[in-house]
């Protein structure tokens, strides 16, 4: 069963850079895209940014410019930095896997870490 | 970017109903279209994926339909579990983005 672990610090000074770290075990990084999702308390779900295997990347265009998602497959494990955080950055971070429909091109997110909640405070 | 919207924002339903969640996009997404369950705590999980493709180990009482910009999510009979919010979210191009959620409560 593959399962996803979010890590790092949960308390960010305003200005700072924001990193996690998802951890991939009972299942092989290679061939999805690994996603970070995050929830603002008592808010809907913003897709971040997504790699895939290859180390190719794709970000939110709302936050291009502050973020970074990177890959490191000898360790199973994908990170994301987000620099110059803000109060509005706070949230519930979650990792995810994106995975391709065996017969059709639909993309879904399938596996999914238990979410770190970060808070942006001075 | 893609907006989806979903109605209602929340409902109140009891044991035994049927339940309907609509969602739309700003834009046609012909059928990438997936709904995801949360439940207070926990991460989402995927129900239906393609519109109307049932995830592995979801209960046949959901169920998926819709096409172009219109989707709809049944709940066939609510069972206690199913007290959660639910969302919708494209995957057909990217940021994905994703409905704001109805809350489905108890009556």
Redesign the interface.
């Known amino acids: 069963q593959v399962q996803l672990q979010e890590s790092g610090p949960g308390l960010v000074r305003p200005s700072e850079t924001l990193s996690l770290t998802c951890t991939v075990s009972g299942g092989s990084i290679s061939s999805y895209f690994w996603?970070w999702i995050r929830q603002p308390p008592g808010k809907?779900?913003?897709?971040i940014g997504s790699i895939f295997h290859s180390g190719s990347a794709?970000y939110?265009?709302?936050l291009r410019g502050r973020l970074s998602i990177s890959v490191d497959t000898s360790k199973s494990q994908f990170s994301l930095k987000l620099t110059s955080v803000t109060a509005a950055d706070t949230a519930l971070y979650?990792c995810?896997r994106e995975s391709l429909?065996d017969y059709?091109?639909?993309?879904?997110?399938?596996y999914?870490?238990?979410?770190i909640l970060v808070t942006v405070s001075p | 970017?893609i907006q989806m919207t979903q109605s209602p924002s929340s409902l109140s339903a009891s044991v035994g109903d049927r339940v309907t969640i609509t969602c739309r996009a700003s834009q046609s997404i012909t059928?990438?279209l997936?709904w995801?369950q949360q439940k207070p705590g926990?991460?989402?999980?995927?129900l239906i994926?393609?519109a109307s493709?049932l995830?592995s180990g979801v209960p046949s009482r959901f169920s998926g339909s819709g096409s172009g910009t219109a989707f709809i999510l049944t709940i066939s009979s609510l069972q206690p579990e199913d007290f959660a919010t639910y969302?919708c979210?494209q995957?057909y191009n990217?940021?994905?983005?994703?409905?704001?959620?109805t809350r489905v409560e108890i009556k």
């Open positions: 996603t809907g779900l913003e897709w794709n939110n265009p709302s979650y995810a429909s059709d091109a639909a993309y879904f997110f399938d999914w870490g238990q979410g | 970017d059928t990438y997936n995801y926990r991460a989402p999980r995927l994926y393609g493709t995830q969302f979210q995957n990217l940021p994905r983005t994703f409905g704001q959620g």
